[in-house]
């Protein structure tokens, strides 16, 4: 008896002894030794600040944890606390029981310097760990070249796999053979870093939180919370929620006030821009089925405010409001209706040069990738070195691997019913011509209803400066560009601006004079047919610039005069022909060289030219007319 009691206190202090080397002992031996060999596993120093648990409760704590970069100095990825909180008892009852998993302070710094990231190493040390799996492969590499059809076969059986899973969802937690409870998943203030060295594209997520109150057997309901947070501002928020038995899902996805300046080294990488104001904001709601996601219906709204951008040239855009709402877009049905596109406030320029312009000079322009050949491609590397003794690989295509001519797709079918732009000041600087042109329009509103790829009419006005109007009423296909129809109407539009194309032109500047449009353009497959009727009111010009080759010469002032009419006017019907994709097909141009050329016919003609004043036949510039005239 003694001997048992004996046996029993040994026991005891054997289990209190053991159960003290596990409760306090083992967590920071197993730190160390992580520490120690983490090296030897990953290729990285891991460094562990805090670990333990507890045996009563069946909590784990690992708190502290950082993965060190290759200087074993800067943090790669790390976190301040993480807690898992598991039920054993549980088990008893068939169900595997996740109290809480719990994790707070997750760092991530990723940085890519061209096709290498900071976690390449990682990657290639663990490559080289798995060296022996290459033999298998090489053993497999007869089947795997010469037997291509059971490959073929394999892609058709997946295929067949992801259509069969469309027609019904399965909830998968009822497939596990015991029950699942997880509850309270909660991830908190995890902050994601982005570095491209070469591209100098940057991106910081700050503050995201993911939540998850229950995933269990029990109840097929599954909620999902997420929240982020930008540096400089903008809220991310997305809840989703998840039937498990039937896989229907609703996410709500709202990102509210995002500072366009988080995004300006992306932006600034891709165009040549020195600075990118303003906010973005989106409301976007989704319904849809796990099993069929091509069926989700979205709906959702998407704004942007005071945007400004700057280019690296110099010039500016500018936009206060640009709004819209869209509901019941359809991937399957290749849908997309657009309740209404509204935009206030706009900026912006075109700068015209000789042989560019801004909105070139604005794009970067991507190397183009040079094509490789499919049927080699289609093996992977390693295998096709090993294999090159034993097998000689076709550099033709073969019939297993032949692509499939691709057919063309068809285009989305995108309605809009309602349009409207207001409040657009577009200014023009054409450098192109002798002397720079500046010519600023305000006011200009575009409005349209029930707008599709199949039907476009939209109406037009605007305001030029000095004086003047312009209607504009547009009816074409946006499916079918080679055919339209344009009716214009220009009101009392100044003169005097165009004074640098009048130069350009024909030497002559523009004094005064107002201009009266009425235009009916018709274009059938690409080719134009226009009438325009031109009512011009007391032009004048002024003396011909000198030094100054104009593209015409022609005998302006005595032109003039004998067109004008005893009210001061001249009416002119311009008719224009041409396809216009013909690279030499200038409209301006046209016209400019069709008005010249009836100033010219004109004043060959004598009739007037006897009741001509006599400053306008003496003076130096109307002696150069006459002599071209003569010629």
């Not at 959702?300 to 945007?307: F, L, P, R, S, T």
């Amino acid at each position: 008896m003694k001997i048992f009691k004996k046996l029993l206190a040994v026991f005891c202090v054997l289990v209190f002894t053991l159960v003290l080397f596990i409760q306090f002992l083992f967590p920071p031996i197993a730190a160390s030794y992580v520490e120690k060999h983490s090296a030897e596993w990953i290729g990285r120093q891991v460094k562990i600040n805090d670990f333990h648990w507890s045996l009563l409760s069946f909590e784990i704590h690992l708190n502290g944890v950082t993965l060190l970069e290759q200087d074993n100095q800067t943090e790669f990825v790390g976190w301040d606390n993480f807690s898992l909180d598991i039920s054993p008892l549980a088990l008893l009852t068939g169900t595997g029981k996740l109290e809480s998993f719990k994790l707070n302070g997750l760092r991530a710094n990723v940085i890519q310097n061209g096709e290498h990231f900071n976690f390449s190493d990682i990657l290639d040390f663990l490559n080289k760990q798995n060296q022996d799996s290459l033999s298998i492969a090489q053993k497999e590499k007869t089947n795997v070249i010469e037997n291509q059809k059971p490959i073929a076969d394999s892609l058709k059986t997946a295929k067949d796999s992801i259509q069969n899973s469309q027609a019904k969802f399965v909830n998968p937690l009822k497939s596990l053979p015991i029950k699942v409870q997880l509850e309270n998943i909660d991830i908190k203030n995890v902050s994601l870093s982005y570095k491209d060295i070469a591209t100098k594209r940057e991106l910081m997520v700050e503050k995201i939180s993911v939540s998850i109150p229950e995933i269990s057997s029990k109840n097929p309901d599954a909620k999902v919370l997420v929240h982020a947070e930008f540096p400089l501002g903008g809220k991310f928020d997305l809840t989703t929620n998840v039937n498990l038995d039937s896989g229907l899902f609703k996410v709500n996805t709202n990102l509210n006030e995002y500072n366009l300046e988080n995004a300006f080294s992306i932006a600034r990488s891709i165009v040549q821009i020195d600075s990118l104001k303003g906010n973005f904001s989106l409301k976007i709601n989704a319904d849809g089925s796990i099993s069929d996601p091509l069926s989700t219906i979205v709906s959702g709204v998407i704004k942007m405010k005071d945007v400004q951008l700057k280019e690296s040239a110099g010039g500016a855009y500018e936009l206060n409001y640009f709004g819209t709402g869209f509901t019941g877009v359809s991937i399957a049905q290749n849908k997309i209706p657009v309740d209404s596109l509204i935009v206030n406030g706009v900026n912006a320029h075109f700068d015209l040069f000789k042989n560019t312009n801004n909105i070139a000079m604005l794009l970067k322009q991507e190397p183009k990738e040079e094509s490789k050949d499919s049927t080699i491609q289609a093996i992977p590397k390693e295998l096709a070195k090993n294999t090159e003794d034993s097998v000689s690989l076709k550099t033709t295509p073969d019939t297993t691997f032949a692509e499939k001519p691709k057919t063309k797709e068809k285009l989305p079918e995108i309605t809009l019913k309602t349009l409207d732009i207001s409040n657009v000041k577009f200014t023009l600087n054409d450098y192109s011509i002798k002397k720079p042109m500046h010519y600023t329009v305000r006011d200009i509103q575009v409005s349209g209803k029930d707008i599709s790829m199949k039907s476009l009419g939209i109406k037009v006005s605007m305001n030029f400066p000095q004086s003047g109007t312009l209607n504009l009423d547009f009816k074409g296909s946006p499916s079918d560009l080679t055919t339209m129809k344009i009716n214009l109407l220009i009101s009392q539009m100044a003169l005097q601006p165009f004074s640098p194309y009048s130069i350009h032109f024909t030497g002559f500047p523009l004094k005064a004079g107002t201009l009266n449009v009425e235009s009916h353009t018709n274009i059938l497959k690409n080719e134009l047919d226009s009438k325009n009727s031109v009512l011009i009111h007391k032009i004048d010009v002024e003396d011909k610039v000198k030094n100054i080759e104009p593209e015409f010469s022609i005998p302006m002032k005595v032109g003039l005069y004998l067109l004008k009419d005893r009210k001061d006017d001249i009416k002119i019907d311009l008719p224009v022909k041409g396809n216009i994709t013909d690279p030499e097909f200038s409209f301006g141009k046209i016209i400019w060289k069709t008005f010249c050329n009836l100033i010219v016919k004109v004043a060959l003609t004598p009739t007037k030219l006897l009741t001509a004043p006599v400053d306008a036949l003496t003076s130096e510039d109307s002696k150069e007319e006459a002599n071209t005239s003569e010629d």
